[in-house]
T-cell receptor
């Protein structure tokens, strides 16, 4: 059974600092990995999706890397802003199933 | 604008009562999903449907039921058999089983 872990559960940084969010998974036989953002009391917004054949994906200030063999993905957010404060979740899809396995998320606070 | 609409935003259930959560999408997506989110945990899949009139149990289907009579709609009923229904419920959809999932804004269910 795929286990997805996100450590730390929460972090607080001053505005302007770069954010590094970690996601680890136990089974490397994945089809893709997705990063989501969740604001309090809201649904999930997809940020980046990395296919298993890719090493990284970029969108604006966001960059996600994938090391499938070591079971890790990292989401980098450059020059953080207070508006980046949210919970960030990662989810992996296995090769042989379309059900996602989610991490519990990392709650980020960016201090002005 | 295309999207997923969940209603109501807040719902209260009395003991012994069944309640139904609504999920409607106008994205013309074939697949729809119901997830449960508890504090400090990742999303867990309750039910999913790949096509109209067909649905499958997820990891925590006990105490829940669904129907898929129309492509746009996938209502979830929380029955009295679900002894711990207090949670945040999220509906999602995607165009195909390997496409990114899009989420609604959720329904928060509490016990009276």
């Amino acid at each position: 059974k795929q286990e997805v872990t996100q450590i730390p559960a929460a972090l607080s940084v001053p505005e302007g600092e770069n954010l590094v969010l970690n996601c680890s998974f136990t089974d490397s036989a994945i089809y893709n990995l997705q990063w989501f953002r969740q604001d309090p009391g809201k649904g999930l917004t997809s940020l980046l999706l990395i296919q298993s054949s890719q090493r990284e994906q970029t969108s604006g200030r966001l960059n996600a890397s994938l090391d499938k063999s070591s079971g890790r993905s990292t989401l980098y957010i450059a020059a953080s802003q207070p508006g980046d404060s949210a919970t960030y979740l990662c989810a992996v899809r296995p090769n042989n199933d379309y059900k996602l396995s989610f991490g519990a998320g990392t709650t980020v606070t960016v201090r002005a | 604008d295309g999207g997923i609409t969940q209603s109501p935003k807040y719902l209260f259930r009395k003991e012994g009562q069944n309640v139904t959560l609504s999920c409607e999408q106008n994205l013309n997506h074939d697949a729809m999903y119901w997830y449960r989110q508890d504090p400090g945990q990742g999303l867990r899949l309750i039910y999913y449907s790949q096509i109209v009139n067909d649905f499958q149990k997820g990891d925590i289907a006990e105490g829940y039921s669904v129907s898929r009579e129309k492509k746009e709609s996938f209502p979830l009923t929380v029955t009295s058999a679900q002894k711990n229904p207090t949670a945040f419920y999220l509906c999602a959809s995607n165009l195909g089983e390997y496409q990114p999932q899009h989420f609604g804004d959720g329904t928060r269910l509490s016990i009276l």
